[in-house]
């Protein structure tokens, strides 16, 4: 039973225009939602978190934002650079433990 | 660089035998996570230790086990290894205290393990 799901195996886009990556969720309990992303042979690196307390938050061309109750969160990128290609996991948390992880979408950015 | 260090790089063995994956987290971090990404897959929580402690556990196999010693390194402990157990294997820490990431987990670059 997957808890947090990323649908989009592959996402493409060319260059300069908005990415968007989606999220869901089924466990209400999951206060903490953070994105990460993976460059081949790395390890993930964190990009942007958000608490269940808000719906936006904003850090640069990164603004994820929260739909509580759709139990969905979603990745903007804004503007897209071709650095932004690698994929890209969701992740969620209760009470800062059991971080569970959806299974990652691929972005690629096109020049 | 995360700081988080994780030995050796890359493992390669037979089937029924046993490894140890090492770990140390970034400096003042207590939290110390392990994950295993299989080919393809999303990232599987297995199990995070706190200051030395078991936090909490996911789905780790009772031939898999872990452990954190007073210096704050980890190790995974991976036992009868099984073709299917070739994977990734990630550490994670978190938990510096006071500080603002305290959410964020910051990952080592991973063990690649082949079970042949």
């Known amino acids: 039973d997957q808890q947090v799901k990323q649908n989009s195996p592959s996402l493409s886009v060319q260059e300069g225009r908005i990415s968007i990556l989606n999220c869901d969720y089924t466990?209400?309990?999951?206060?903490?939602f953070l994105w990460y992303k993976k460059y081949p042979a790395e390890g993930p690196t964190f990009l942007i978190s958000i608490s269940s307390i808000k719906d936006k938050n904003e850090d640069g061309r990164f603004t994820v934002f929260l739909n509580k109750s759709a139990k969905h969160l979603s990745l903007h990128i804004v503007p897209s650079q071709p650095g932004d290609s690698a994929v890209y996991f969701c992740a969620a948390s209760a009470w800062g433990q059991n971080f569970v992880f959806g299974p990652g979408t691929r972005l690629s950015v096109l020049p | 660089d995360s700081g988080v260090t994780q030995t050796p790089k890359h493992l390669i063995t037979a089937t029924g035998q046993r490894v140890t994956l090492r770990c140390s987290p970034r400096s003042g971090d207590l939290s110390v996570y392990w994950y295993q990404q299989s080919l393809d897959q999303g990232l599987q929580f297995l199990i995070q230790?706190?200051?030395?402690?078991?936090?909490a556990k996911g789905n780790i196999l009772e031939r898999f086990s872990a452990q954190q010693f007073p210096d704050l390194h980890s190790e995974l402990n991976l036992s009868s290894l099984e073709l299917g157990d070739s994977a990734l294997y990630f550490c994670?820490?978190?938990?510096?205290?006071?500080?603002?990431?305290?959410?964020?987990?910051?990952f080592g670059p991973g063990t690649r393990l082949t079970v042949l």
């Open positions: 230790y706190y200051n030395g402690e078991e936090r």
């Open positions: 466990n209400s309990m999951f206060d903490y």
């Open positions: 994670a820490s978190s938990g510096r205290p006071g500080g603002q990431s305290y959410n964020e987990q910051f």
